[in-house]
């Protein structure tokens, strides 16, 4: 019973061939192309309202230099987002409760933002990992605390969004099984567990729009 829970997370695969590609390109076919007409349909006015919307949350705290992020950084969000979401459908796949995919996605960016500091202002860069005051005695152990939480972060945010979506998808195949196994015998508590359920898809849907937004935002 306890592995059949964890069956969701494998990856699928037909005939040999893993079908995780598909459950990437996927959300691409949602996105409707642009085109040079004046007026569009609505999807595309929604889409572009989004964006905007994605675009300015991201961007708000950086400079102008910081701005020539806009369009990796709000093409992972939005990335993430709509897997997070179609990931919530029955009998769907989500790759992003696959730690080896978030770290893909996590380090380089990381590693991108780390060596850009280091290349543009080092010293700054540098200065993060010893705090001003700090006493003497004390300046060798902070510097190997700081290294480690700053080579960790890639880590820390993979590990982030794949419990939170695993522990979120866990919990809604836990209630939903209780919600069938007691209808025929307590129908009551039957309908108070589907309306538990109901309540923590909603969540769940909050959880997958927000981590998205957190993962981006701490990149």
Do not use: C
Not at 13 to 34: K, R, V
Not at 60 to 79: D, V
Not at 186 to 203: C, E, F, G, K
């Amino acid at each position: 019973m306890n592995l059949s829970f964890f069956d969701q997370f494998s990856s699928p695969s037909l005939f040999g061939i893993p079908l995780i590609l598909i459950s990437l390109t996927f959300p691409a076919l949602l996105l409707p192309s642009p085109d040079n007409r004046w007026v569009t349909n609505r999807l595309s006015t929604l889409q572009l309202w989004l964006i905007n919307l994605i675009t300015k949350q991201l961007m708000t705290p950086l400079n102008k230099k910081g701005h020539k992020w806009a369009l990796i950084l709000t093409s992972l969000m939005i990335f993430l987002l709509l897997v997070n979401l179609l990931g919530l459908l029955p009998y769907t796949f989500t790759p992003t409760t696959q730690l080896s995919m978030n770290l893909a996605l996590a380090f380089p960016l990381w590693l991108a933002t780390l060596l850009t500091g280091l290349r543009n202002q080092p010293s700054t860069t540098l200065g993060h990992l010893l705090p001003e005051g700090t006493p003497t005695l004390l300046i060798p152990a902070l510097i190997m605390i700081e290294t480690t939480s700053l080579l960790i972060r890639p880590l820390a945010l993979g590990v982030r969004l794949t419990a939170n979506l695993t522990a979120g998808h866990l919990l809604i195949q836990l209630i939903s099984t209780a919600t069938v196994a007691l209808y025929s015998t307590m129908p009551a508590i039957s309908l108070l567990t589907l309306l538990i359920l109901l309540l923590l898809t909603i969540l769940e849907v909050a959880v997958a729009m927000i981590q998205a937004y957190v993962f981006v935002l701490l990149l």
